[in-house]
């Protein structure tokens, strides 16, 4: 190995594909340049609950997923969107853009399902009883949060 790299840990080796495939050169290269394997130990030593399968427990991720959906519709639509012209605007996205209907409709869409799906999460936190110590500080900041989500959704009804 070049001299210029770091030295991959032994138990890194273990945990990586054999040397001999692209899949296992390409991670010791990039393990060698960047020494993330602390970072990626301590998540492969991470346990999941035994309650982690149930539908209750994904909705955070679903949320997470939907409002990564947002932000790509979100800047899509920005790209298009005038806000001296808005009525003209979101015309011109409906009738010329390519695919501006069905970019429009998943923004629209994915911001109805997320706020229902965080509904869905602190509700199933708040049964859960998953609000108490250690964890409170948690608790508070998925309500600002919350809040603010509500207050984002609300302003975007405002924008046509």
């Not at 429009?104 to 602190?122: C, D, K, P, Q, Y």
């Not at 508070?140 to 809040?147: D, H, K, Q």
Request: aromatic share 14%.
């Amino acid at each position: 190995m070049d001299e210029r790299f770091a030295r991959i840990p032994e138990d890194a080796e273990k945990a990586l594909p054999p040397a001999t495939t692209r899949l296992g050169k390409l991670s010791r290269a990039l393990l060698a340049r960047y020494p993330i394997w602390p970072v990626v130990k301590f998540f492969l030593g991470k346990r999941v609950p035994i309650h982690g399968q149930s539908h209750w427990y994904m909705a955070g991720g679903i949320a997470l997923f939907l409002f990564l959906v947002q932000i790509c519709t979100g800047v899509l639509l920005m790209v298009y969107y005038r806000p001296d012209q808005p009525w003209a605007s979101v015309n011109r996205i409906v009738m010329e853009v390519p695919y501006g209907t069905l970019i429009r409709s998943v923004h629209h869409w994915a911001a109805n399902l997320m706020i229902l799906t965080l509904f869905v999460h602190m509700l199933s936190t708040f049964f859960m009883k998953a609000y108490r110590p250690p964890r409170e500080l948690t608790w508070v900041t998925g309500l600002l949060l919350l809040a603010l989500t509500i207050l984002f959704n609300f302003s975007n009804y405002l924008l046509p």
